[in-house]
């Protein structure tokens, strides 16, 4: 089965949660951003991002039963002309919450399918601007990481 069709099948899943919630706050949670040594100018850097999301419902009293995602995003900048050594890397969690107005709480492989799509459209461009922001701040060339296509 086709990627495209893998994730058309989860925006239909998710819909269930993405019908009747609301986005109410976007929160950076953990990062990391370390830099392993300053690239020659003339470096060929390669860059490779995983992403990782997953939710759950929180129904205790402190977050008044908030939907929360987490999605977890791990960016390695490696020096390809030079056996693919190690230069940079950013590891970041975020965490989106949202107002779930649901009359039941969702089945597990809703909830999976909300955060791989909506979730995850949430958080992206937050995680974007802040990897990007974090490796302009080693002073590397400028990271724009491509749109989420899915």
Do not use: W
């Amino acid at each position: 089965m086709s990627d495209a069709k893998v994730h058309a099948e989860l925006r239909v899943r998710a819909g269930e949660i993405a019908g009747t919630s609301n986005l109410f706050d976007v929160r950076l949670v953990q990062s990391t951003a370390r830099l392993e040594r300053v690239p020659s100018p003339d470096a060929q850097l390669s860059v490779s991002v995983e992403m990782t999301p997953s939710g759950s419902i929180s129904l205790d009293a402190g977050t008044n039963g908030l939907l929360l995602i987490n999605a977890d995003f791990t960016v390695t900048i490696v020096d390809a002309g030079n056996d693919s050594e190690p230069v940079a890397s950013v590891e970041c969690t975020f965490v989106a919450a949202f107002e779930p107005h649901m009359d039941s709480e969702p089945a597990q492989e809703a909830l999976d399918a909300f955060a791989e799509t909506t979730g995850l459209f949430a958080i992206y461009p937050y995680a974007r601007e802040y990897i990007s922001d974090a490796t302009r701040r080693m002073g590397l060339p400028a990271l724009v990481l491509d749109l989420l296509k899915r």
